[in-house]
């Protein structure tokens, strides 16, 4: 069962800003959500699934990859069961399919799961 969403990706032009959303469904998983390290990756056509972001479930600690730091901010809302990335000055090199994943357990990159089923962001030149 799919118990994260993504929603926000779009077409944009190269310079334009972004928000992308991961919401938890249900009570019971929100529970869960809110107490997990939740990432962001992306993966292009004919490329490996990279990641990109992710953060503590406090919020108090953040990291990125070296590609979108500066330009990128991941935040969340627990109250509202939604971690965010915001995009700014795109390029097209960011055209992928984004998914936001959860880890409840562990503190490794591979301990990611409970993935959605991404959103796709299109940045033209």
């Known amino acids: 069962q799919v118990q994260v969403a993504e929603s926000g990706g779009g077409l944009v032009q190269a310079g334009d800003s972004l928000r992308l959303s991961c919401a938890a469904s249900?009570?019971?998983?929100?529970?869960?959500?809110?107490?997990?390290?939740v990432g962001w990756f992306r993966q292009a056509p004919g490329r490996e699934r990279e990641f990109v972001a992710d953060i503590s479930w406090s919020g108090a600690s953040t990291n990125y990859a070296d590609s979108v730091k500066g330009r990128f901010a991941i935040s969340r809302d627990n109250a509202k069961n939604t971690v965010y990335l915001q995009m700014n000055s795109l390029k097209p090199e960011d055209t992928a399919v984004y998914f936001c994943?959860?880890?409840?357990?562990?503190?490794?990159?591979?301990?990611?799961?409970?993935w959605g089923q991404g959103t796709q962001v299109t940045v033209s030149s």
């Open positions: 249900g009570r019971t998983f929100g529970r869960t959500f809110r107490f997990s390290d």
């Open positions: 994943a959860v880890r409840a357990n562990g503190n490794r990159i591979d301990d990611y799961d409970n």
